[in-house]
């Protein structure tokens, strides 16, 4: 029987993560051990007994860019499980969450994406209350469903999202684990999809392993980060030939923020309240949306946001980011 380690990388957010903790400490099937990759100066204290062991690895944090890829790799490194199970350090594991993942991960199976239901402001304060939880939790509109059972290959790389997800040991030497060139917000998970499909690694999504996202206010597009979208976009074409997260810069453009310019993207200025206004999650908001922002600038009525053609008029507008300009 495989054994199973649980990762997560966090800073900050002691109360998110202790969430997790007794969220995987309610499992029907424990995990043999939870890493927690701690990526600020000092450990987390008096966290949520566990009847499992728990580990904290420092990361050095001290440039100021979150190392969200160091870390991750970090904590793969330092778990001794067969397969790997990483949920972010504001998602909440339902009771079959290392069950469902034990079931499906195999050797040379590839990687797998379980559910994601984002919870309301609020919908913890009590405590872990699963059954709520599942009252309350909605998907996120631009995600993909779940099959109705069992497994469903994932066709396109860039829906991978280091939210949720487990894989095999060997599977994840083979792919060589996350880019560390990536440093701060966005991009890393794309090119960490981007690689396991060049290298012919599946990815799949799963019904079931479902983690509940907890609220925080959040901006998106995340004009919060856009050094670090703008920086780790360009560092992916260096390694792809062409730029990612181009729905974020389109979107960027748009609020007057950036340009495409001849040698790469430019900061025209920063982001004010307005901006912020327009993209901040409110507390009614289970998740926050680029869509829905784009919309909004582009003066879309609702009843013309959805459907094929919508989708592809604003896939054609974003595709100018993929690219740099030349003169």
């Not at 972010?88 to 079959?96: G, K």
């Not at 890393?188 to 079931?208: M, V």
């Not at 729905?247 to 901006?275: C, K, S």
């Amino acid at each position: 029987m495989s054994t199973i380690s649980a990762l997560t990388i966090a800073a900050g957010r002691a109360d998110h993560l202790a969430n997790v903790i007794r969220g995987f400490q309610a499992q029907a099937t424990p995990p043999d051990e939870l890493i927690v990759a701690v990526m600020q100066a000092e450990p987390y204290e008096h966290l949520p007994e566990t009847d499992f062991p728990l580990r904290q690895i420092p990361i050095d944090a001290t440039d100021g860019a979150l190392p969200l890829s160091a870390a991750r790799n970090a904590a793969a490194r330092a778990a001794l499980g067969d397969v790997l199970v990483s949920v972010d350090v504001d998602c909440i594991p339902a009771p079959r969450l290392i069950a469902d993942y034990a079931a499906a991960a195999q050797s040379g199976r590839g990687l797998l994406m379980g559910e994601v239901q984002y919870l309301p402001d609020g919908a913890e304060a009590a405590g872990l209350d699963f059954a709520l939880f599942d009252r309350l939790g909605v998907r996120h509109s631009d995600r993909q469903a779940p099959p109705e059972s069992g497994l469903r290959e994932c066709q396109d790389y860039r829906c991978f999202w280091s939210l949720n997800f487990a894989i095999h040991r060997d599977d994840w030497n083979a792919s060589g684990g996350f880019d560390e060139g990536y440093l701060g917000y966005g991009g890393e998970d794309t090119d960490f999809g981007r690689t396991l499909a060049e290298r012919g690694i599946g990815i799949w999504w799963l019904k079931g392993a479902r983690v509940y996202h907890q609220y925080h206010p959040h901006c998106m597009p995340p004009i919060h980060q856009i050094p670090s979208v703008i920086r780790n976009a360009e560092y992916f074409a260096s390694e792809w030939g062409h730029r990612t997260m181009e729905h974020w810069l389109y979107a960027f453009r748009l609020m007057g923020l950036i340009e495409n310019g001849p040698d790469g993207l430019i900061v025209l200025r920063e982001p004010d309240e307005r901006d912020f206004a327009l993209c901040r999650q409110e507390p009614h908001m289970p998740y926050a949306n680029t869509r829905r922002v784009i919309d909004r600038l582009q003066a879309i009525a609702p009843a013309q946001r959805s459907g094929e053609a919508r989708r592809l008029q604003v896939e054609a507008a974003q595709a100018e980011f993929l690219v740099a300009k030349t003169v």
